[in-house]
């Protein structure tokens, strides 16, 4: 069992997969590698939406304290394929395909258009108790044109339901609020609207 904070999570499974809802129709799939510095993420998300597709592969790699330090996304749409990188040196500070990116300074997580894995990540790092919330800024990366900004949002930890922790999610560039629920590794089961967990 590893302990962030005030949480316990079990151990990650090797692979999980969730299936798109409500906004656009689709499949993630993502695999978890355990090494001494953190952990290494690779995985893929597929996309429709308003008649648009897409592809996006990411590799990802957070440390110990599940601190985003790399990430790497290559997506394919009809009209082009792009990739990026974002980096950081652990200091909530990040760089964009290798130049610096002061609009992100304070952020601590890569949030991935269309993935439901990265919403693992701020309550992994967070390890916030029953009652607590905090703002939880983060890189997010546009899958459609490969834009990366800041996008600002909050965790709220509300009281377990069946065995599952479940927080208050919010995120008011996009006027969203829901309840997310996790399961015992950390990884979400139900993103309203959004997705659920397939495997």
């Not at 995985?43 to 592809?55: M, N, R, S, Y």
């Not at 082009?80 to 300074?105: C, K, N, Y």
Request: charged share 25%; proline share 4%.
């Amino acid at each position: 069992m590893v302990k962030t904070g005030a949480v316990e999570f079990e151990s990650l499974p090797l692979g999980a997969c969730w299936q798109h809802q409500g906004l656009r129709v689709g499949f993630e799939v993502a695999y978890f590698r355990i090494e001494q510095s953190g952990i290494e993420i690779e995985g893929a998300t597929t996309g429709l939406a308003e008649g648009a597709t897409w592809i996006a592969s990411y590799y990802l790699q957070v440390d110990k304290s599940w601190r985003t330090r790399f990430a790497r996304i290559a997506t394919r749409t009809t009209a082009e394929t792009f990739e990026r990188t974002v980096e950081s040196a652990g200091d909530a500070t990040w760089m964009i395909d290798g130049q610096p990116a002061e609009h992100l300074d304070g952020c601590w997580d890569v949030d991935l258009e269309s993935s439901a894995m990265t919403n693992a990540l701020p309550v992994h790092r967070l390890g916030l108790g029953i009652g607590e919330s905090t703002p939880s800024p983060a890189v997010y990366v546009h899958v459609n044109d490969g834009m990366v900004d800041r996008l600002e949002q909050t965790y709220a930890r509300v009281e377990d339901r069946a065995g599952h922790q479940c927080y208050e999610y919010e995120a008011p560039e996009f006027d969203f609020r829901c309840q997310l629920t996790y399961d015992r590794s950390g990884l979400v089961l139900v993103y309203p609207g959004i997705a659920i967990r397939a495997g």
